[in-house]
């Protein structure tokens, strides 16, 4: 069984420059999570989808990020435009919904995004 | 809110050393723990899970017990090997339907052979 793939694994932009990071799922994984994780740092939630539908984007910065799931499968996470602060390794997970959520995510490799 | 406290690293150790990375937690209502590791080059994986006072996960040789008289989950294994080497993430999930996870900042361990 596949696991979860993201894209690209390493970025390097010009800051002010846009970026986006794409993410497929396990197959029937109906929730899917964005961290973020700086260096040093523990991952910390940016936003949860359940289908298509962002359930908490409540530490998601709307002011330059934005996020999608138009089918409920793929994702994508963008930054527009993209600060030195914003260097940092993007994480993406799902695991599956309701009952079956036992708390355990399946994490994808990561993208790290390097501004400068 | 909800945090994870974990012991601080870098841990090195030598090959069939004990180890103890320990971990402190502040959630409402009764959370669920977990430990997560992450292998040079790999994303994050579940090492192990705990989700009521008193359960032990264990999984590779590793062990840990939810506490809940001291809000702790430490992470221990009798004898390390090289191949151990990587950042264990202590982790919680909240009770109820809040999907979740805080993390810890993680504990690299280095095992020398």
């Known amino acids: 069984e596949a696991g979860v793939v993201q894209s690209p694994r390493y970025k390097i932009i010009e800051k002010k420059q846009p970026v986006a990071f794409w993410c497929n799922p396990i197959s029937g994984h109906n929730t899917l999570y964005w961290y973020l994780q700086n260096l040093g740092q523990g991952p910390e939630l940016l936003i949860r989808y359940e289908n298509e539908e962002a359930v908490d984007d409540s530490q998601l910065p709307k002011d330059r990020f934005s996020a999608e799931r138009l089918k409920g499968v793929d994702s994508t996470l963008k930054i527009q435009p993209a600060e030195l602060g914003d260097s940092a390794v993007y994480l993406c997970?799902?695991?599956?919904?309701?009952?079956?959520?036992?708390?355990?995510?399946?994490f994808g490799e990561g993208s790290r995004l390097t501004v400068l | 809110g909800d945090s994870v406290t974990q012991m601080e690293g870098p841990v090195t150790l030598s090959e069939e050393a004990f180890l103890t990375i320990n971990c402190t937690y502040t959630a409402t209502g009764y959370p669920s723990l977990f430990w997560y590791v992450q292998y040079p080059g790999e994303g994050l994986q579940l090492l192990l899970k705990a989700t009521k006072a008193d359960d032990k996960g264990s999984n590779k040789g590793f062990e840990a017990t939810y506490r809940k008289e001291t809000t702790s989950f430490h992470l221990e294994k009798g004898s390390v090997q090289v191949s151990d080497s990587a950042v264990y993430f202590c982790?919680?999930?909240?009770?109820?339907?809040?999907?979740?996870?805080?993390f810890g900042k993680g504990t690299l361990l280095t095992v020398n052979p």
């Open positions: 982790a919680l999930r909240s009770g109820g339907s809040n999907y979740k996870l805080t």
């Open positions: 997970a799902s695991s599956p919904s309701g009952t079956a959520n036992t708390g355990e995510l399946f």
